[in-house]
């Protein structure tokens, strides 16, 4: 694995053996996969699709390095269409790891009428994928109505939220990207939204 100095990483192989996907609630994963030192079988649980996950053998303590998202069918891409054909702009936020992953998951993420934001004036104007990273205020200039929360931190996703809620009352949907992975998502089903 290699990280760059922005945290992106450049280089990425799967090296779990026969993942098979146990359960999928709301994008947190219960996996069984093989050890490709050991040929153990292990399992984990509750762990984000789009965590870059460090998986250890439990029983020759091997570390496997994966993205998960790998494993998953094209539904999250199907729902970012969904969204897209909705409200016609998306924001993504914030600039993380775990968005390089969504982008690479979803092509409809790479369209130009998608921006990436961060609240951090350091992240602001450094590419992901080739696409610039903008500050919250591209949702005015934008007009911008749906936003896609790309973080797993309880209290980021609080925090940007409620940014958002004061700052941007105009928005209209905001939903997790954990939640988009698995089937095809009801808009308009509260229960889905931030
Ligand atoms: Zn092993």
Known sequence: ??????????????????????DNKRGY????????????????NHISVFQNA????????ASHYSWLSEYLDDSFNDNV??????????VVWPKTVELQQALHKSPAL????????DSSPAKQGTYLRGKVTYSPDIIHSKNVKA????????????????QIKENYPEV????????LVEGEVDLSDPDFLV
């Open 172 to 179: 209209e949907l905001i939903v997790r990207a954990n939640d």
């Open 147 to 162: 936003v896609i929360l790309v973080a797993t931190v309880g209290t980021l996703i609080s925090g940007i939220t409620a």
């Open 110 to 117: 790479l369209e130009d009428n998608v921006y990436i934001v």
């Open 81 to 90: 269409l969904r969204i897209m054909d909705k409200y016609e702009s998306i």
């Open 1 to 22: 694995m290699m990280v760059n100095e922005i945290g992106e990483v450049s280089n990425v192989s799967n090296t779990l053996k026969d993942v098979e996907i146990l």
């Open 54 to 61: 460090l998986m250890i053998c439990s029983h020759c303590a």
């Open 29 to 44: 994963l219960d996996l069984k996969w093989t050890c490709i030192e050991c040929d153990h079988v292990n399992t984990k």
